[in-house]
């Protein structure tokens, strides 16, 4: 070994380490295959397992980080809770917290997920930020996209990799939005029953909340004010309710 001020603690921690510098590693197996990165802290049972040469990572708990590889440089990825971040492959600059985030194999970058099972399904998506319980769980390519709140956009999934700037605030607030573009939810349930609508805006409780039945694929609506458009449904398109 060529590196120094290192700290290995666990039986096969920093096994691998060669040139690496300044990394902390506590726990079995964690942190195994680091070469060559540095300033890497890695605490719990498997914590970046099989990170090499990936620099500047921050992985506390079991399995957390697990197959983090990205490439040589300041990679900035930080996952904390049981098996958090476990899928994160070459992305980098992600922030992922709670237990089970982002299972998927992730490439994609500058993610803010926060939440047990939070952007699970996430691989080549940027740029989202997820807080609450199963928050944009199901998105897989989608990027620009901001949930928060129980459930909020939970099965929205676009396989476009593109930014579609959703925004969704709210317990279920957009629930159902599987594929739109470009929307505002603010509130509670807020267009919980929209599905592929695109540009529009719902600001306040069950705003255009729709039914489970004909759940509502128009586009270009905006309804302002508590149940405003409650039972918005189907192709309804272009209004206006304040």
Request: glycine share 16%; net charge negative; with cysteine.
């Amino acid at each position: 070994m060529t590196g120094h001020d290192n700290v290995l603690v666990g039986k096969d921690s920093g096994q691998e380490m060669a040139a690496g510098q300044q990394n902390i590693m506590i726990g079995v197996d964690c942190g195994q295959a680091t070469n060559d990165g540095h300033s890497n802290v890695a605490i719990g049972h498997t914590a970046l397992f099989t990170n090499q040469d990936g620099d500047g990572q921050v992985a506390v708990g079991f399995e957390a980080l697990y197959t983090s590889e990205p490439a040589d440089g300041q990679t900035y990825n930080v996952a904390v809770g049981y098996r958090a971040g476990k899928g994160v492959s070459s992305g980098h600059s992600n922030t992922i917290i709670g237990g089970l985030t982002c299972q998927a194999t992730l490439t994609g970058n500058a993610n803010v997920i926060v939440g047990t099972e939070a952007g699970n399904d996430l691989t080549s998506g940027f740029n989202n930020t997820a807080l609450g319980y199963t928050a944009l769980s199901e998105n897989t390519a989608s990027g620009a996209n901001v949930a928060i709140g129980y459930q909020s956009m939970k099965v929205f999934n676009s396989t476009a990799n593109a930014s579609h700037f959703n925004t969704a605030v709210g317990v279920q607030s957009g629930l159902s939005l599987s594929t739109g573009i470009q929307n505002t939810m603010l509130g509670g349930l807020a267009g919980a029953y929209a599905t592929t609508t695109d540009g529009s805006t719902f600001v306040g409780y069950q705003v255009a909340q729709g039914i489970t039945g004909t759940k509502l694929t128009g586009n270009n609506n905006t309804a302002i004010g508590s149940q405003a458009e409650l039972v918005h449904q189907g192709a309804a398109t272009n209004n206006t309710l304040v």
